[in-house]
């Protein structure tokens, strides 16, 4: 692999437990253990499993105060995902699709502050369009097939974190983060 111009790493669900937190919220009599167990056949998200409306959701984020997006826990691998990405020194930002409230751009943006301080500044993109970012070069870490698909289209290359509800692949995902922690990139800058 060609050594990235820029590393975009996701929030929700790469770095971010978003699904626990939400179930524990609105939904408490599901498991979280239960929901990543099931088949989600083709639910690319929540929605789509729970057969929840788009509207339905949405009304239920606009109540989330931003504390609650704020004090989101870390994902299982997320932090340690986050340092290989720093170690690497690859340049690198966290690109998140906020919610369509406002109190999750500004959640996302007081986590980002706590959980990361200095390292964290200036390295926040809030953007519903990922796409926009996308050139040879740069490389996009998300667990959603929408914006992945959409990036590479873009011209962008991407990384899936696997999940129930996309098509990524542990060993694609592990060759990945070995690559970070080597430093077995190509010479040449990619772009």
Known sequence: ??????????????LVDFVGPWLA????????????????????????????TSEDFIAELKLFPPSWWQGLPWMP????????????????????????CPNSAAGKTHWVADQLGDLG????????DKSFLAHPGVILIDDMLRYTEAFRQAGGETVIVPRPW????????EAFKETLRSGGFDSSPAG
């Open 77 to 100: 691998g997320g932090q340690e995902l986050l340092k290989l990405v720093v170690d690497s020194g690859v340049p690198w930002a966290i690109c998140s699709a906020p919610s369509a």
């Open 25 to 52: 919220r609105t939904r408490p009599h599901i498991a979280y253990d239960d929901i990543m167990a099931m088949d989600w056949g083709k639910a690319g998200n929540l929605q789509s499993l729970l057969d929840i």
């Open 121 to 128: 500044k200036k390295k926040l993109i809030l953007v519903d």
């Open 166 to 173: 996309n098509n990524g692949t542990e060993a694609e995902y």
């Open 1 to 14: 692999m060609t050594k990235p111009s820029l590393i975009l790493l996701d929030m929700d669900e790469v």
